[in-house]
């Protein structure tokens, strides 16, 4: 029974459709190996109830024929996602005890295909961070470990349990969402598959707020066709989110396995950063050779405000986080913390809601938008985002796809970065992407010198997540996939 | 630009966190690490850029003027802290 979660998501439908198991065989067999995986922290909610008798109803659905797209697949639900009457916290303490009246249109996309939900998975509090760290819920464990060490590793942000979940094989593929780099970054430390799809894909309805102009949702799974599958349910557009785009989706899962000869992949010099190990400048270059083995052409591309798109980000970011977050004043939802007037149960439920991490960047962009300084920072910034759109506009003329690694370094332990600004940094090569609103898709590549997962970044066109997945699968191809030794 | 202890204190009032006062100077040092390290976007030429305001070129959508939803009272005040006859309910603030 334990041989279920082995199945990709892929291998999952068509022995669920043949009804070689059913998709109560299936979720059983996940939610036991979630029992056993509790130690890895992955899950803040459990919803086994929920699992089994939506695995009931996909059951009933397949036995007639009419299953969807997802029937009877057991995923988990980043902890950011609104789903109805179950824990909502995007992991602070802040929302205490928010149960939503109402579904995201993300997940709901999915149970309308069939999917079945495992749980809520933890994540950054209100996604900000890059490893986990700053959930209320504890930190996450990557089920990876250096070779020869028991020491535990984080598993990156803010999707970190997402990651987790999907590496640890305790659900088919997860939800996750990307700000500045939250599903490819931990998508890389873990040797699983994260897309952020571009800026409109899907829809931003019922998914707790951090930075609006940066937010997108997008999967987590275990390869690259079970990422296009996840991603082809999720996507929709919105009459309830007025920034999703009117395209159709389109069948992603039809570009894996689709050849990449005469397509023009660009090399961006200002990516070699100073202080880059040479296992990951080396794997950037083995994997520009296996594209090339595959007929595609190696163009050497510059992006030249790459080094700006950090610095920038982290006013962008911040300032809409500290309006976004205004909302939580003690009084709709959430935490309240008694005071002597209004004001002072603001401040005193805020204080006590938010983790350090939260607070300073909701001070950051406070301070950035007050007055005398929102031309200074804010609106500069966003200057400096049209000249980094304006990169990629540039390197679209001559490439259909961007190379670079998704992140500077392997998984590092908890604690090991303490200072902000070092921990933003994991995000160098990923927001990028968000600053722009374009797709990127996170692959692994293969393994450092002491044996951690290693990922590869390739950037779309806006709505070229099909090239994206094109490309990723060729490496997939070229790398094979990664899985981490059981040992919890 | 360095942010002084002075500067802590009204932001975090502006952004409605109670702060301590043993954590002013931590706060102070940690937003001017962060503030420095934004610093060199100064070195950029934008005279002549607009601001980005829509990462994908498209016109606004606009909807019907008319109500789509709504007698939703009950599920709107289901998780606030303090509730009443689907009011939320607040310390006094006018006397």
């Known amino acids: 029974m334990t041989s279920l979660t082995s199945l990709t998501i892929a291998q999952a439908r068509d022995g669920l459709r043949n009804r070689t198991f059913s998709a109560l065989d299936l979720t059983e067999a996940y939610l036991s190996a979630m029992e056993k995986a509790r130690v890895l922290n992955a899950y803040v909610v459990e919803t086994p109830d929920k699992a089994r008798a939506m695995a009931k109803d996909s059951d009933a659905r397949l036995a007639g024929g009419q299953g969807g797209a997802l029937e009877g697949i057991p995923l988990g639900i980043k902890d950011l996602f609104a789903t109805d009457g179950v824990h909502t916290q995007a992991c602070s303490h802040v929302l205490d005890g928010f149960k939503p009246t109402y579904e995201s249109t993300v997940t709901a996309n999915l149970w309308r295909d069939g999917a079945v939900m495992l749980g809520k998975l933890n994540m950054d509090e209100f996604a900000m961070g890059s490893s986990n760290e700053t959930s209320y819920y504890g930190k996450v464990i990557n089920p990876w470990r250096r070779k020869g060490s028991n020491a535990a590793l984080v598993p990156g942000g803010s999707s970190g349990g997402s990651a987790a979940a999907v590496a640890a094989y305790i659900c088919a593929g997860a939800t996750a969402t990307d700000t500045g780099g939250s599903i490819r970054q931990p998508a890389a430390f873990t040797g699983t598959v994260g897309i952020k799809p571009t800026y409109g894909r899907c829809s931003r309805w019922g998914i707790v707020a951090f930075a609006s102009s940066l937010d997108q949702a997008g999967p987590i799974a275990r390869d690259v066709r079970d990422a296009a599958i996840l991603l082809r349910s999720m996507a929709s557009a919105d009459p309830k989110d007025t920034t999703s785009v009117d395209l159709p989706v389109p069948d992603y899962e039809a570009s894996v396995g689709r050849p990449v000869k005469g397509l023009r992949v660009g090399i961006p010099r200002e990516y070699r950063v100073d202080g880059m190990p040479a296992e990951i400048d080396a794997l950037w270059q083995k994997a520009a050779s296996w594209l090339r083995e595959q007929g595609a052409e190696i163009v050497e591309i510059s992006l030249p405000h790459t080094k700006y798109a950090l610095p920038a980000y982290y006013i962008v970011a911040p300032a809409e986080a500290s309006s976004n977050l205004a909302r939580y004043d003690g009084v709709r939802y959430g935490l309240r913390v008694p005071g002597d007037d209004i004001v002072d149960m603001y401040e005193k439920s805020r204080a006590a809601g938010f983790g350090r991490e939260v607070q300073r960047r909701i001070l950051i962009g406070t301070y950035v938008l007050s007055a005398g300084y929102y031309d200074a920072y804010y609106v500069r910034a966003q200057k400096v985002r049209t000249l980094i759109k304006r990169d990629f506009d540039r390197a679209w003329e001559k490439v259909d796809v961007v190379l670079t690694p998704a992140t500077p370094s392997p998984a590092f332990a908890p604690g090991e970065i303490t200072d902000p600004v070092q921990m933003y940094l994991n995000d160098i090569f990923t927001v990028t992407v968000n600053m722009a609103g374009l797709p990127g898709i996170s692959v692994p590549g293969g393994l450092s010198a002491d044996g951690l997962p290693l990922g590869l970044q390739l950037i779309g066109r806006p709505f070229g997540e099909e090239t994206l997945f094109q490309t990723a699968a060729a490496i997939e191809a070229a790398a094979g996939g990664f899985t981490a030794a059981q040992w919890w | ?95």
């Open chain 2, 1 to 95: 630009m360095s942010v002084d202890q002075g500067t802590v204190r009204r932001v975090a009032r502006l952004a409605r966190l109670k702060v301590q006062d043993e954590d002013v100077p931590r706060l102070a040092g940690e937003l001017n690490a962060i503030l420095g390290f934004i610093e060199q976007l100064n070195e950029v030429d934008v005279a002549a850029v607009e601001p980005l305001t829509s990462v994908v070129t498209m016109k606004m959508k606009m909807r019907a003027d008319e109500v789509t939803d709504g007698h939703r009272a009950g599920q709107i005040v289901a998780n606030a802290p303090a509730q009443e006859d689907s009011f939320f309910m607040v310390p006094k603030v006018v006397e």
